[in-house]
T-cell receptor, first 116, second 113 residues
Framework: DVKVTQSSRYLVKRTGEKVFLECVQDMDHENMFWYRQDPGLGLRLIYFSYDVKMKEKGDIPEGYSVSREKKERFSLILESASTNQTSMYLC???????????????FGPGTRLTVL | KQEVTQIPAALSVPEGENLVLNCSFTDSAIYNLQWFRQDPGKGLTSLLLIQSSQREQTSGRLNASLDKSSGRSTLYIAASQPGDSATYLCAVPMNTGFQKLVFGTGTRLLVSP
């Protein structure tokens, strides 16, 4: 079974702090994603990566950066946390390119981040 | 720009009922469509993936259909159980590749014993 793990289930940080959210997958997937999920807004893509050291902006990249130094690990960084970044953060991974039968995205359990 | 809509936003049914969840999308040129389940405070679990060349997929009591031309998909749940209570989301890839998904806002299902 594919396993995607996230470093924390719950996190509380203060405004202005630098925050790291870690995601690790164990299936040698090329693609990894970071989403945030907010009531009424659904899931929105922040960043994704299709290979080591490769990244592309999603729909809402402002205030975030990412790092992918190893294939299995994808980190989301909040350079200076703000209260409007309080949210549920979900990491996902998938194998292959669009159109193949292995396009399923596998999600981690999520990190609920509160910024005070 | 692809938009995905799910109706109803919430649904409450007694145990044992068969039910249908709806998903519509504005751009019919999709590679595939996925249905996910999300339990409260948890991540998403993939239920079914329908390729654009397929019309339906089945897994146990779940059956998902896809009508690309009309921009619609349905998730049919047979003989619902309290354990089916969760939020169900559908998602389609953006047409720019790399599997970026566009999600609907979900249908929250409650099955009462």
């Amino acid at each position: 079974d594919v396993k995607v793990t996230q470093s924390s289930r719950y996190l509380v940080k203060r405004t202005g702090e630098k925050v790291f959210l870690e995601c690790v997958q164990d299936m040698d997937h090329e693609n990894m994603f970071w989403y945030r999920q907010d009531p009424g807004l659904g899931l929105r893509l922040i960043y994704f990566s299709y290979d080591v050291k490769m990244k592309e902006k999603g729909d809402i990249p402002e205030g975030y950066s990412v790092s992918r130094e190893k294939k299995e690990r994808f980190s989301l960084i909040l350079e200076s946390a703000s209260t409007n970044q309080t949210s549920m953060y979900l990491c996902a991974s998938s194998f292959g390119t669009s159109g193949s039968s292995t396009d399923t995205q596998y999600f981690g359990p999520g990190t609920r981040l509160t910024v005070l | 720009k692809q938009e995905v809509t799910q109706i109803p936003a919430a649904l409450s049914v007694p145990e044992g009922e068969n039910l249908v969840l709806n998903c519509s999308f504005t751009d019919s040129a999709i590679y595939n469509l996925q249905w996910f389940r999300q339990d409260p405070g948890k991540g998403l679990t993939s239920l079914l993936l329908i390729q654009s060349s397929q019309r339906e997929q089945t897994s146990g009591r779940l059956n998902a259909s896809l009508d690309k031309s009309s921009g619609r998909s349905t998730l049919y749940i047979a003989a619902s159980q309290p354990g089916d209570s969760a939020t169900y989301l559908c998602a389609v890839p953006m047409n720019t590749g790399f599997q970026k998904l566009v999600f609907g806002t979900g249908t929250r299902l409650l099955v009462s014993p």
